[in-house]
């Protein structure tokens, strides 16, 4: 049976057929040649996500900031920060991609803002003014709040402030819960202050959605009420500004980082990522154990491995939970990778592995999210120290490579001691203009890829996702997507083992007939009450049926 029934799709219709690109600005494009990527050098290069079949930018923080956290501790959230450009350079992006069919979606970042930000530097002083309860600070330098990260002795206010991450991003007050007997430093969510940050929330968001922005990825979206049980008061100002949004903005998507779809679509978020710190069964699809350091538990093997160990039950017991969970309130994104995390997906794969993983996650429900580079197959650069708070993540988020043989790499006329961060060393680096001149390229099989997935409307966010076979232990995986409403069918085989296999799936073969869209010719047939799949080592089949 379907584990998803047709309804009302609850978000704007252009998420329907979208494919996001993550752009991380300070490692895409160089425009003037100090070494660090910039806006205009996103403008420069919207030819190349259009031909790739990107119809959004998920554009990681662009705004004022000292760059302690690598622009997540913003100091000024209606300024573009001076090294990506201006104010104008952003709305110029926003309208030269709208023109090429493709939104930008800019990092929101509610939880939090830089030590240097005005209204934590006015929050600081002894005297009460308008800002002194934007923050949360108890009532004394000595006391420091339980199960909270707080940081004492760096202000004239007597007290200690809440910090979300680092020391330097003192977390914005949007009150308690449950505010303790005793504790008077804690403000309810109804208090003047957290209504005033709320307010303040939805005046940044206004003010970009009014200058292009078509929408936000918002980050460490659960994080904003303290001592929350079940994120209820935190789900109830999402669910807010989700009215908000409806009434006024209606074509403006809303993604949260999250990582609990079943909580964050309820809370009014369109979209909810699977997340590697936040879900158990995202991490063993690409990134969990390897064939050197791992003997045998199904457990502990990626499923996209060539030794195939690996367990698609590990990824979809919890994926099927949350998709029927879900289903008529929004969408989970499958992301190849992200900036935080500190390995890319081509790392110890080669183009044949990539490309399986990639037929899987562009015909998967809900929108697919590629991080920038894992298109053509770029590597984590192992070895660099902390840049911007990135530690562990540096080496994934070092710059695109473009042309095999311009000037870093293509990215930038920089010197290369100039450069954000070094372009990878290797020799035999992936670079676009190397794959645009090979037709069997990673970079044109998931252009086609794409193209095959917003050809089809079975295979769009919403359509049905039924699992044919999906066993542990057993190859290859074998699913069926549906278009609601229509009488689309395709079926999808994934067997990232080197070695081939074939099963017989049960399944309506309808009247039997396969078209090849993807993969291996007939490699599916119908057979009795269902098909033959046979499928070689490392292979990805997608076959339209009737």
Known sequence: MPTQVPGPAPYPAWLEDAVCYEIYPQSFCDS?????????????????????????????????????????????????????????????????????????????????????????????????????DFFIWTDHAWRLPDGLRAVTGLSERDGSYVANFFVHQPALNYGFANVEPGHPWQQPVDAPGPLAVRREIRDIMRFWLDRGASGFRVDMAASLVKHDPGRRETARFWREIRAWLDTEYPEAALVSEWGRPSEALPAGFHMDFLLHFAQGGYTPLFRQGSRHSMMGDPYSWSFFDRSGHGNIRAFLDEYQRDLAATRHLGLMCMPSGNHDMGQRLADGRDAADLACAWAFILTMPGVPFIYYGDEIGMRTVRGLPSKEGSYDRTGARTPMQWDPDGVNAGFSTAPPEALYLPIDPDPERPTVAGHEEDPDSLLNRVRGLIALRRAHPALCAGGLFVPLLAEAGRLPFVYERRAPGAAERIVVAVNPSASACAADVVGDPGSGSVETLYGPPDALVARGGGWQVRMPGVSAGIWLVR
């Open 32 to 132: 003037n040649g100090d070494g660090i990527g910039d806006l205009p050098g996103i403008v420069e290069r919207l030819g190349y996500l259009e031909a790739l079949g990107v119809t959004a930018i998920w554009l990681n923080p662009c705004f004022d900031s000292p760059f302690l956290d690598a622009g997540y501790d913003v100091r000024d959230h209606r300024l573009v920060a001076p090294r990506y450009g201006t104010n104008d350079d952003l709305e110029r992006l926003f309208a030269a991609a709208r023109a090429r069919g493709i939104r930008v979606l800019l990092d929101l970042v509610p939880g939090h803002v830089s030590w240097e930000h005005p209204w934590f530097v006015a929050s600081m002083r002894h005297e009460r003014n308008e800002f002194s």
